[in-house]
C-alpha cells in the first residue's frame, strides 16, 4: 500500500472535486472520493488511468478510474 500522506493527499483533491460537483468513478460504477482514494492506494500492482469528462460549458463532470491491466 502506498503511504498514508499519499491516500491523504489524494482523498482531499477527490473530496474537494466531488463538492464542485464532478462525478467519481471506479470501474464503471460511482464511488465516493473516500473509496477510490482507497482503492487506488491499496492495489499497487494495477495502474489506474483517469480519464476527465468535459461538461458542453467546458467543466469537469466526472474523473473516471479505469484499471489498466498489464499483460
Do not use: H
Amino acid at each position: 500500500m502506498l503511504g498514508d500522506d499519499v491516500l491523504r493527499d489524494m482523498k482531499e483533491r477527490l473530496e474537494k472535486a466531488a463538492k464542485g460537483g464532478t462525478e467519481l468513478y471506479l470501474d464503471g460504477r460511482p464511488v465516493s472520493a473516500d473509496e477510490l482514494a482507497w482503492a487506488c492506494c491499496v492495489n499497487e500492482e494495477a495502474v489506474y488511468m483517469p480519464d476527465y469528462v468535459l461538461s458542453q460549458d467546458g467543466k469537469l463532470a466526472q474523473l473516471r478510474y479505469d484499471r489498466v491491466r498489464q499483460t
